[in-house]
DNA sequence: CGCTGTGTTGAATGCCGTCAACGTCGGTGG
DNA sequence: CCACCGACGTTGACGGCATTCAACACAGCG
């Protein structure tokens, strides 16, 4: 057999099923490799597959009518996505792409209703999934209408560390390249006002910043910037 | 019977089911009546129940812990809301206020199941409204990134009277009260900045406003307002 | 070795938030 | 009926934060 079964056994959607059932989910799926800074999918595509990401980190950009692109979130591993179909939409809101090299899994939209009669959580995990997301997409309004810029950036980095954080001695690291543009696009800046901050907070030892590469040394301290209220 | 059928016969989520089955569902809901501004939720309240709206128009508000309010969404007669639980939330993401008085029907959660089962479509219609919203706050998000004031104001506007427009001799007028404090929560920004707008354009002939009240007179030019890109 | 993508920093502009004062409408109670 | 009061709305002045414009530095790569 060509997948293996550990690969989707420990994830929440796929809990407490056997062997068998385990091998027909995947009997379903195809797996693919996706070389950094590919399209898994694009922005207005019939969306005729759903995917599972097993290894790497995506990216979903969203480009507007004016050229202009927001980051809406990073895609970790474990997590599913492109589920516009599970949406009663026909294409994709967005485009997916490797922030490092990928390995995803790929289901064709007809399989969505085996997958939720096989494993009966799959579909209730995968509604939670977008439910989430809604609240954090609504709670990033909240940040953008209440909170000063200094305040945004110190909350997307954390959220993102808390997500894709890896240990090192020097502190907390953000595991795939990100540049400041990167930043600024998921917190509706500029690249310039990005770079004058990690620059300020570095004098500070908040951070350690290099080329496509973003360390929390303290992230108390930065916890206390995200929450400071400069406004009334 | 206390409830009739009509009153959900014509939803989505309920097409082409028989009397029977509209009395079915019907049984296990209750009616009740939300004199303007009172609450149908809170925020952070255990999320017992979900709800339809029957008649009126019901504002969705998240409040900051820092006491910063944000108007999320308006709902508008017909639609569902509070459905934390089809999300497998426990607990309300945000208050539920009506704008006027209102009608609203009423389901335990325990009724969720039996209603997927009873109508196949309404499970299918719920989720389609929460990919919906998603797509819609992502889309707000976007807004936010890159419009200016002006041009978010000016979307929201029409988003508004879009969905809840009702015609004059002087042009579509917002069919419930609203104040420029309300517009700055949806838009983030001040009531001073939606007021100076509005009045900017009452004098271009743009529109017509008065307490808690908004008439949009000449839409395509609010639309060539709304997306007359300032920005590169 | 030049080119492209990334990052830094300074200076100037301007949008829009803040502060403040006043005007107006509508409801309420004497 | 009128006076009062609170909610809502308007307008001006000021200033700060972040964008914009610009120039340069540096790394990686063909």
Not at 55 to 81: D, K, M
Not at 179 to 208: C, F, P
Request: aromatic share 6%; charged share 20%.
């Amino acid at each position: 057999m060509s997948l293996d079964r550990s690969l989707i056994a420990g994830l929440p959607g796929f809990a407490g099923l056997d062997a068998g059932d385990l091998d027909a989910v995947l009997a379903r799926a195809r797996s693919s490799r996706f070389p950094k800074d590919t399209e898994v999918f694009a922005q207005g595509a019939q969306a005729g597959s759903f995917f599972l990401l097993l290894a790497g980190h995506i990216r979903v950009v969203r480009t507007s009518p004016e050229g202009h692109q927001v980051i809406a979130r990073y895609i970790n591993e474990g997590e599913l996505f492109g589920i516009a179909m599970a949406m009663g939409r026909t294409t994709y809101p967005a485009s997916a792409v490797a922030a490092v090299d990928c390995v995803v899994l790929t289901w064709p939209n007809a399989a969505w209703p085996e997958l939720q009669a096989l494993a009966p959580a799959f579909g209730a995990s995968a509604y939670r999934t977008i439910g989430t997301r809604l609240q954090e997409t609504q709670a990033q309004v909240m940040e953008m209408s209440t909170q000063q810029v200094e305040q945004r950036i110190a909350n997307a980095l954390l959220r993102i560390v808390s997500q894709s954080g890896k240990k090192t001695p020097e502190g907390i690291e953000i595991d795939f390249p990100i540049t400041r543009q990167d930043i600024a696009e998921m917190t509706g800046t500029t690249l310039h006002t990005v770079s004058r901050l990690l620059s300020a907070w570095e004098g500070e030892g908040l951070v350690k910043s290099g080329r496509q590469k973003v360390v929390i040394t303290d992230p108390h301290a930065l916890m206390l910037m995200a929450d400071s209220r400069r406004r009334k």
